[in-house]
């Protein structure tokens, strides 16, 4: 089963538009993490964004948010303000803890694709 | 200087060949990964290793073997290079420490082609 899903392969925005990026996640883990990475076409993953499955508060980290709800799984980023440089792959992972191994892997999404125009 | 440097960032290799990708940090961080991401598919977990003597395989391990020379060093190798072995690698490190939430951070990748 699919354990990060992001449904939107494409976006096209307006510059200084605010965009939200879809991602849903399935875990029966209590515990788990949420993330958000951006690869530009350059090709390197930056992070931007974390989320706890614990924490009361949506995060925030200067024009980026994290829209978490919880009961409907979903941790949606949020870009206020977009500028040209947020032309990038966007990708959201969850870490959970592997049962077998005691361990805490990230699981990625397949990525959303966002053009910022002029 | 990067905090994670990964050499090369460009290879171009024949079927059959043995390859070794080389990933070093300076972040000090005692657990690092190795990922290859595929066009639509994401990044996808290889190997990772939580320290020096720590060695396990992630969900696509068939095909590559690693080794942990040092804290700051960890090389992923492909035995026998095969064309669907094709695909952008990526070095990750990440603290255990639970105030560092175990954030992964990532090089600047080598792309791979095996012809």
């Known amino acids: 089963a699919q354990k990060i899903t992001q449904t939107q392969p494409g976006m096209f925005v307006q510059e200084k538009e605010a965009v939200t990026l879809d991602c849903t996640y399935d875990?029966?883990?209590?515990?788990?993490?949420l993330f958000w990475y951006k690869q530009p076409s350059s090709g390197e993953m930056i992070f931007l964004i974390y989320?706890?499955?614990?924490?009361?508060q949506n995060a925030t980290e200067g024009r980026y948010s994290l829209n978490f709800q919880k009961a409907r799984k979903s941790a949606n980023l949020v870009i206020s303000a977009s500028q040209l440089g947020d032309s990038a792959m966007y990708f959201c992972?969850?870490?959970?803890?592997?049962?077998?191994?005691?361990?805490?892997?990230?699981?990625f999404g397949q990525g959303t694709r966002l053009t910022i125009n002029p | 200087d990067a905090d994670v440097t990964q050499t090369p960032r460009n290879r171009i290799t024949k079927t059959g060949k043995r390859i070794m990708l080389e990933c070093s940090q300076t972040?000090?961080?005692?657990?690092m990964y190795w990922y290859r991401q595929d066009p639509g598919l994401g990044l996808r977990l290889i190997y990772y290793?939580?320290?020096?003597?720590?060695?396990n395989k992630g969900e696509i391990s068939d095909g590559y073997s690693v080794s942990r020379q040092a804290q700051a060093k960890f090389s992923l190798s492909l035995e026998s290079a095969i064309p669907n072995q094709t695909a952008l690698y990526f070095c990750?490190?990440?603290?255990?420490?639970?105030?560092?939430?175990?954030?992964?951070?990532f090089g600047a990748g080598t792309r791979l082609s095996v012809l």
């Open positions: 990750a490190t990440s603290d255990p420490n639970p105030v560092a939430k175990n954030i992964q951070y």
């Open positions: 875990t029966s883990d209590p515990s788990y993490g």
């Open positions: 989320q706890g499955s614990y924490d009361q």
């Open positions: 992972a969850m870490r959970e803890r592997s049962i077998i191994q005691g361990a805490q892997k990230l699981v």
């Open positions: 972040k000090g961080h005692d657990r």
């Open positions: 290793s939580f320290d020096v003597k720590d060695i």
